[in-house]
């Protein structure tokens, strides 16, 4: 990985992490920091020193900004000491002096995620690897699972560079017992499927995550591909032939024909965390309200959540609610088929609406026997 990467990465980290803003003096706080980022990257490849004194000014006179911005300013200074002064042990001073005094994950992730950079780079991914399962609690600690995902792509390379299945598998594990609705995240829920089956003796855990994944993952073409490409992999891992996974995929749009992923039994989920998720999800966090639901096999329930975003905008963009609907078909029915059929009607009104025969087969208030029920 080279440095440019690991300043690309970090640049595009940081902005993702400090987009959770909602207060006026916050995003003041972001403008006014990144506006000043924006200069000290230009300087600081011509007059580092400059550069160096001008953040720390910079920082000294707005001590009262928010963390988040704050670590911002923290981790500029630790990249001036690294990239341009080449004073690693300055560098790894800085992080760990501001890891210690922010109290939130909002403050503290950026600054962990440099340093993991850092020691990547100058003791090897193995070290980084370490670093980063070290520090794993405080990529969880924060409700929101955001932040745990957004580091993912750099310890998905420092595993295929210098690890092993097993370091991604112990990672994903622990963030799923975490954050269960990680599942449908392509690089939790089908990551962890995939590496399970670098792990000897692992298949049929593995079918139990790429199930999950499917089942919840986003109604478009790139994730319904990716969820079957994985079911494949797996079935053809397990099974040493195409069979279940050439049934599946002619499953996927004829409800008549046999379906493999009905056998399949799901991984289990923790009812706890799941309680846990569920309380902390904000107001407008209807699509994680969904995944949760699904987890639990309230298909009915799920439904209403669903068809609510679409009810809730019957003059907007009610795409999303559509899709919603559809990704629900998608969990209860393990196929396609009646969820193309209400993007049908309603795209065009034509055909039966399904919702009706659904919702008679999975009233709401009530969990399906075959789906993948929480347990303790």
């Not at 300043?7 to 400090?18: D, E, K, P, R, T």
């Not at 100058?122 to 957004?150: C, M, R, V």
């Not at 269960?180 to 690089?187: A, D, T």
Request: with cysteine; net charge neutral; glycine share 6%.
């Amino acid at each position: 990985m080279t440095q440019r990467f690991y300043a690309f990465y970090f640049i595009i980290l940081m902005g993702v992490l400090s987009g959770f803003t909602v207060r006026a003096d916050v995003a003041s706080n972001r403008k006014a920091t990144d506006q000043f980022l924006q200069q000290i990257d230009k300087q600081r490849t011509t007059d580092p020193a400059a550069a160096l004194q001008a953040v720390q000014q910079f920082q000294t006179q707005h001590a009262d900004m928010v963390e988040p911005r704050q670590a911002d300013l923290t981790a500029e200074i630790a990249t001036i000491y690294f990239e341009n002064l080449k004073d690693t042990a300055k560098a790894l001073a800085t992080l760990d002096a501001g890891i210690a005094k922010y109290k939130s994950p909002r403050g503290r992730l950026p600054l962990i995620t440099q340093e993991c950079i850092i020691i990547s780079k100058t003791k090897g991914q193995s070290a980084g690897i370490a670093y980063f399962k070290e520090e794993l609690p405080q990529y969880l600690a924060d409700p929101n699972p955001n932040y745990f995902a957004q580091t993912l792509p750099l310890y998905s390379w420092l595993v295929k560079t210098g690890g092993k299945p097993d370091d991604m598998v112990l990672v994903l594990r622990q963030a799923i017992t975490v954050h269960p609705g990680l599942i449908e995240n392509e690089r939790v829920g089908a990551a962890l499927a995939e590496n399970l089956l670098g792990v000897a003796g692992h298949e049929a855990e593995a079918l139990g995550y790429a199930k999950l994944y499917w089942m919840t993952c986003n109604f478009d073409e790139k994730s319904i591909n990716t969820g079957a490409s994985i079911l494949q992999k797996v079935w053809m891992a397990k099974d040493l032939n195409a069979a279940q996974g050439n049934a599946f995929l002619k499953a996927m749009q004829d409800n008549s024909a046999a379906n493999p992923l009905k056998e399949a039994a799901p991984a289990t989920v923790d009812a706890a965390a799941i309680q846990n998720e569920w309380k902390v999800l904000p107001a407008n966090a209807d699509h994680e309200r969904i995944t949760l639901l699904l987890l639990q096999g309230k298909y009915g329930d799920a439904m209403l959540v669903a068809r609510r975003m679409l009810l809730d905008n019957p003059t907007g963009d009610t795409s999303n609610g559509a899709l919603e609907i559809a990704r629900v078909f998608k969990a209860a029915d393990l196929n396609l088929v009646q969820a193309n059929a209400f993007l049908k009607y309603f795209k065009d009104g034509q055909g039966d609406n399904p919702l009706d025969a659904f919702f008679k087969q999975y009233p709401a208030g009530t969990a399906s026997q075959t789906a993948p029920v929480a347990t303790k």
